[in-house]
């Protein structure tokens, strides 16, 4: 097992390094000047030019990449054009709530999703399994930011029970972090609880077919303890898989919900620094984007083993 | 219990009790600005977002009240000589920067110096300076090298950049630098350790600060502070999103609500609307002067015919009562606003445009016009100008980007083919727009160091340099009337009408006052 970890914490240094140089070659080549930007409405080109060389993007590609990569040989990610602040304590301050809504988004669907799927593929055709089947089908069709708005005018306008925006560290209180948190994790939660419900019930009738749950159910085990132990423990690789993938999606998903609630998460940190061509910024954000998904799918891996002791790395 | 063991419980709530109280004394006014504060030099910048938080935290040697008039600010007396080649300022007592430190002539000269190597009128100012100096830590000179007559108007601006007073170690920074040490002597104290750029931005109440005795006025006036502290919600931008939290009371004050929410906002309860800068702003269309067609004076001149300022206000304000036309290009209503020679535009029509057109020696080149498509403020324009252009008998090709892509390839004089471009539309507040040196579609030095556009016209700068030199206040009025006769006749730019921008407030906030932009003093939190 360890040499498999070695071997996959290995394997995420080249893909990081793809991801870094496609990523600065991208950067150097969509239109658009950090400098003009900075420089404001009023600014002439005789101005832009001096800040554009206090930047330093007045040096040529290949000096510049080589500044860049031996900052990032020495674990400097460097420093923000736009906001004057070293690119690692701008992720810090901003990684807090966007793990925070990932996390709780991905508990609530989780909770959710994986008894529905059960339920409806052990009510299979029935009324519970149409309903599942038909809110899959609202939850991936709902654009989120509908869902969002219809969400803060009921609770937030109407009943007066959660805060319509903003986000309280959770160093400040549990409460107040979570009551800031209840909708747009339910906001977000709704497309992977399709998902994962969906996958869920799918997973689990294939089991429901087999032999061993045949025996199980003719030794006279209860159908609950069919359902969990039996059906839902051999269902649960492909469910980690689609868990997996939708931690590692929610990490860059998290945009346009944290846009509706003001949550100055990550997401709001890539548009930001995207609107302002802010190269350091989105280099180094898309480079933690890049290490969690290849981590989470690392964990998952892992998790097989746990969930299907046949599997052996 | 023993009884000093239950004194001591008692007092223990009392302390609790009293911190308690103090706590929820504290009176915090919320605040949702028009956009996000990141960069924190009002000198580097222009933005309108960095400016206001200059006004925080710095404090002015002048102002412009509400009636466009200059007033002092930190300086309590001046004088010139005869010949108005020496000024002679002296500051007024209990000026003190955060730190403690008084503020005095030096720092003044030394933020002065600053701002003359960015702003366009401290540049203008600055080619009429001999010196600057402080004989004495109170007072501060200028030398000129002949009369000008805009020294009192560029020291008292009231829009970006504005020459706010640095201490001099922070003002003695390269120009080109951007500072970070924020101290200033203004109302507010800006709390550093509390930013977080694009989450929030905390200012204290500067409980030192000695405001002037009158009333504020714009710019101008007593800086009086009556909450302890203001924080800027820099993560809500959503327009909606902004206008549930302000009627769900999470907000006080948003700076700049979308047009989209305007209506709901005025019927909502517990929720104002407030007009603080009837100046508004106006919308503008600018050519690029070095590239076919508009190289040709006769094609902007049909083009300017063809821009009637109606269809663009209809388009991207909606709102009869928050726009008008007006056929300056100064702002009307501001000193120098007048339609003085602007008949091109504002007496042609569509058939004129045409004709114009024909007249033009066209050649049918395409017209490329940018249209940012991320900026709620000004995306409709391009499409109403591609529209108007069309029906003139132009070809247009509407190019459809980012607004910081539009930034970026602005400043580009290439052909159109490598990525160069004909049109682009924008938006200035008032103040900064309001005299023939402040207007920076007005520079016309071309190539040289002109605003984008690259306008190029030597009998306009002559005029313009006249104006800078006249002291008398009739005959400015008149040279700045040239100065707009002379813009329309060569077609610099159009000026494509104007608006006011509200801001909309929870209705237990009161004093707000008229001024050019967002000032957070002279506020009550009822």
């Given at each position: 097992?360890?040499?498999?970890?070695?071997?996959?914490?290995?394997?995420?240094?080249?893909?990081?390094?793809?991801?870094?140089?496609?990523?600065?070659l991208?950067l150097?080549?969509?239109?658009?000047?950090?400098?003009?930007?900075?420089?404001?409405?009023a600014?002439?080109?005789?101005?832009?030019?001096?800040?554009?060389?206090?930047?330093g993007?007045?040096?040529?590609?290949?000096?510049?990449?080589?500044?860049?990569?031996?900052?990032?040989?020495?674990?400097d990610?460097?420093?923000?054009?736009?906001?004057?602040?070293?690119?690692?304590?701008?992720?810090?301050?901003?990684?807090?709530p966007?793990?925070?809504?990932?996390?709780?988004?991905?508990?609530?669907?989780?909770?959710?999703?994986?008894?529905?799927?059960?339920?409806?593929?052990?009510?299979?055709g029935?009324?519970l399994?149409?309903?599942?089947?038909?809110?899959?089908v609202?939850?991936?069709?709902?654009?989120?930011?509908?869902?969002?708005?219809?969400?803060?005018?009921?609770?937030s306008?109407?009943?007066?029970?959660?805060?319509?925006?903003?986000?309280?560290?959770?160093?400040?209180?549990?409460?107040?972090?979570?009551?800031?948190?209840?909708?747009?994790?339910?906001?977000?939660?709704?497309?992977?609880?399709?998902?994962?419900?969906?996958?869920t019930?799918?997973?689990?009738?294939?089991?429901?077919?087999e032999?061993?749950?045949?025996?199980?159910?003719?030794?006279?085990?209860?159908?609950?303890?069919?359902?969990?132990?039996?059906?839902?423990?051999?269902?649960?690789?492909?469910?980690?898989?689609?868990?997996?993938?939708?931690?590692?999606?929610?990490?860059?998903?998290?945009v346009?919900?944290?846009?509706?609630?003001?949550?100055?998460?990550?997401?709001?940190?890539?548009?930001?620094?995207?609107?302002?061509?802010d190269?350091?910024?989105?280099?180094?954000?898309?480079?933690?984007?890049?290490?969690?998904?290849?981590?989470?799918?690392?964990?998952?891996?892992?998790?097989?083993?746990?969930?299907?002791?046949?599997?052996?790395? | 219990?023993?009884?000093?063991?239950?004194?001591?419980?008692?007092?223990?709530f009392?302390?609790?009790?009293?911190?308690?109280?103090?706590?929820?004394?504290?009176?915090?006014?919320?605040?949702?600005?028009?956009?996000?504060?990141?960069?924190?030099?009002?000198i580097?910048?222009?933005?309108?977002?960095?400016?206001?938080?200059?006004?925080?935290?710095?404090?002015?040697?002048?102002?412009?009240?509400?009636?466009?008039?200059?007033?002092?600010?930190?300086?309590?007396?001046?004088?010139?000589?005869?010949?108005q080649?020496?000024?002679?300022?002296?500051?007024?007592?209990g000026?003190?920067f955060?730190?403690?430190?008084?503020?005095?002539?030096?720092?003044?000269?030394a933020?002065?110096?600053?701002?003359g190597?960015?702003?366009?009128?401290?540049?203008?100012?600055?080619?009429?300076?001999?010196?600057?100096?402080?004989?004495?830590?109170?007072?501060?000179?200028?030398?000129?090298?002949?009369?000008?007559?805009?020294?009192?108007?560029?020291?008292?601006?009231?829009?970006?950049?504005?020459?706010?007073?640095?201490?001099?170690?922070?003002?003695?920074?390269?120009?080109?630098?951007?500072?970070?040490?924020?101290?200033g002597?203004?109302?507010?104290?800006?709390?550093?350790?509390?930013?977080?750029?694009?989450?929030?931005?905390?200012?204290?109440?500067?409980?030192?600060y000695?405001?002037r005795?009158?009333?504020?006025?714009?710019?101008?006036?007593?800086k009086?502070?009556?909450?302890?502290?203001?924080?800027?919600?820099?993560?809500?931008?959503?327009?909606?999103?902004?206008?549930?939290?302000?009627?769900?009371?999470?907000?006080?004050?948003?700076?700049?609500?979308?047009?989209?929410v305007?209506?709901?906002?005025?019927?909502?309860?517990?929720?104002?609307?407030?007009?603080?800068?009837?100046a508004?702003?106006?919308?503008?269309?600018?050519?690029?002067?070095?590239l076919?067609?508009?190289?040709n004076?006769k094609?902007?001149?049909?083009a300017?015919?063809?821009?009637?300022?109606?269809?663009?206000?209809?388009?991207?304000?909606?709102?009869?009562?928050?726009?008008?036309?007006?056929?300056?290009?100064?702002?009307?209503?501001?000193?120098?606003?007048?339609?003085?020679?602007?008949?091109?535009?504002?007496?042609?029509?569509?058939?004129?445009?045409q004709?114009?057109?024909?007249?033009?020696?066209?050649?049918?080149?395409?017209?490329?016009?940018?249209?940012?498509?991320?900026?709620?403020s000004?995306?409709?324009l391009?499409?109403?100008?591609?529209?108007?252009?069309?029906?003139?008998g132009?070809?247009?090709?509407?190019?459809?980007?980012?607004?910081?892509?539009?930034?970026?390839?602005?400043?580009?004089?290439?052909?159109?083919?490598?990525?160069?471009?004909?049109?682009?539309?924008?938006?200035w507040?008032?103040?900064?727009?309001?005299?023939?040196?402040?207007?920076?579609?007005?520079?016309?030095?071309g190539?040289?160091?002109?605003?984008?556009?690259?306008?190029?016209?030597?009998?306009?700068?002559?005029?313009?340099?006249q104006?800078?030199?006249?002291?008398?206040?009739a005959?400015?009025?008149?040279?700045?009337?040239?100065?707009?006769?002379?813009?329309?006749?060569?077609?610099?730019?159009?000026?494509?009408?104007?608006y006011?921008?509200?801001?909309?407030?929870?209705?237990?906030?009161?004093?707000?006052?008229?001024?050019?932009?967002?000032?957070?003093?002279?506020?009550?939190?009822?």
């Open positions: 097992m360890l040499p498999f970890i070695a071997r996959r914490l290995a394997a995420t240094i080249p893909v990081l390094a793809i991801v870094a140089v496609l990523v600065f991208l150097r080549l969509t239109p658009g000047d950090p400098a003009a930007i900075l420089a404001g409405d600014a002439n080109v005789e101005q832009i030019a001096k800040i554009r060389a206090g930047l993007l007045d040096r040529s590609i290949p000096v510049q990449f080589a500044i860049w990569l031996g900052q990032m040989l020495s674990g990610l460097g420093e923000s054009f736009y906001f004057k602040m070293k690119v690692t304590d701008l992720i810090g301050q901003r990684i807090e966007t793990l925070a809504l990932a996390a709780v988004t991905i508990v609530i669907a989780v909770l959710v999703a994986v008894p529905l799927g059960v339920l409806a593929a052990w009510r299979f029935g009324w399994d149409r309903a599942l089947m038909g809110f899959s609202l939850g991936f069709s709902v654009p989120v930011f509908v869902l969002a708005y219809i969400l803060i005018w009921v609770v306008l109407k009943l007066g029970w959660l805060p319509v925006q903003g986000y309280r560290r959770i160093a400040d209180g549990f409460l107040p972090f979570l009551r800031h948190l209840i909708l747009p994790s339910i906001t977000l939660s709704v497309i992977y609880i399709a998902l994962i419900a969906r996958v019930r799918a997973a689990v009738l294939d089991t429901l077919g032999d061993y749950i045949r025996t199980a159910r003719a030794k006279g085990l209860s159908e609950s303890r069919v359902l969990v132990r039996h059906a839902l423990a051999n269902a649960a690789v492909p469910i980690a898989t689609v868990i997996g993938l939708g931690i590692a999606l929610l990490i860059g998903g998290v346009v919900t944290e846009s509706v609630y003001a949550i100055p998460g990550l997401g709001r940190l890539t548009v930001d620094a995207v609107l302002a061509r190269f350091p910024t989105i280099q180094g954000v898309i480079l933690l984007f890049s290490f969690t998904y290849v981590l989470v799918n690392l964990l998952v891996d892992l998790s097989y083993v746990f969930f299907d002791p046949r599997i052996r790395y | 219990m023993t009884l000093s063991r239950k004194f001591a419980v008692l007092a223990a009392a302390a609790l009790s009293a911190a308690g109280g103090v706590l929820a004394q504290e009176k915090v006014l919320r605040v949702v600005p028009h956009s996000n504060l990141a960069i924190l030099d009002p580097w910048t222009t933005a309108y977002i960095v400016r206001n938080h200059g006004y925080m935290i710095y404090d002015t040697l002048f102002g412009t009240d509400e009636k466009n008039q200059i007033r002092p600010q930190m300086v309590d007396s001046w004088s010139a000589s005869p010949d080649r020496l000024w002679t300022f002296k500051l007024r007592a000026l003190a955060h730190d403690g430190k008084p503020v005095t002539g030096e720092d003044v000269v933020s002065l110096a600053r701002w190597k960015r702003d366009a009128m401290g540049v203008a100012l600055m080619t009429f300076v001999d010196r600057m100096d402080s004989p004495a830590p109170d007072t501060f000179r200028i030398f000129l090298r002949e009369s000008c007559g805009f020294v009192l108007e560029a020291l008292g601006k009231p829009s970006s950049n504005v020459p706010f007073i640095m201490p001099k170690r922070v003002a003695d920074t390269d120009a080109f630098k951007q500072i970070d040490d924020y101290t002597s203004g109302p507010y104290i800006f709390k550093k350790d509390e930013f977080k750029p694009g989450d929030k931005a905390v200012y204290l109440k500067n409980t030192k000695v405001p005795k009158e009333a504020p006025s714009g710019t101008a006036g007593g009086y502070v009556y909450v302890d502290r203001v924080e800027m919600n820099l993560a809500l931008r959503d327009g909606q999103a902004q206008a549930n939290a302000l009627i769900n009371g999470e907000v006080d004050i948003i700076e700049a609500p979308a047009f989209e305007y209506e709901s906002l005025k019927k909502a309860p517990g929720v104002k609307i407030e007009m603080t800068a009837p508004g702003l106006q919308y503008m269309a600018r050519f690029n002067h070095l076919k067609p508009f190289d004076v094609v902007r001149r049909a300017m015919a063809a821009f009637a300022q109606e269809p663009f206000l209809k388009a991207q304000v909606g709102i009869k009562e928050l726009y008008r036309t007006c056929p300056s290009m100064f702002t009307c209503g501001t000193p120098y606003g007048s339609p003085y020679g602007s008949e091109i535009q504002s007496k042609s029509n569509m058939r004129k445009a004709e114009l057109l024909k007249q033009s020696g066209y050649d049918g080149t395409p017209v490329v016009v940018m249209k940012p498509t991320d900026l709620a000004i995306q409709k391009p499409d109403v100008a591609a529209q108007l252009l069309r029906q003139a132009f070809k247009v090709d509407l190019q459809a980007m980012d607004w910081n892509t539009l930034v970026g390839r602005r400043a580009k004089k290439d052909p159109v083919d490598k990525g160069g471009w004909n049109m682009f539309l924008t938006a507040q008032a103040h900064d727009i309001w005299n023939p040196i402040a207007n920076a579609a007005m520079d016309t030095r190539e040289q160091s002109g605003w984008f556009g690259w306008a190029k016209d030597e009998k306009l700068m002559e005029i313009r340099a104006f800078m030199r006249e002291t008398d206040e005959k400015k009025k008149k040279l700045a009337n040239e100065v707009q006769a002379r813009a329309f006749e060569i077609a610099t730019h159009v000026p494509l009408g104007e006011v921008q509200p801001v909309a407030a929870r209705k237990n906030i009161s004093g707000f006052f008229i001024t050019n932009g967002n000032l957070y003093w002279n506020l009550k939190k009822n």
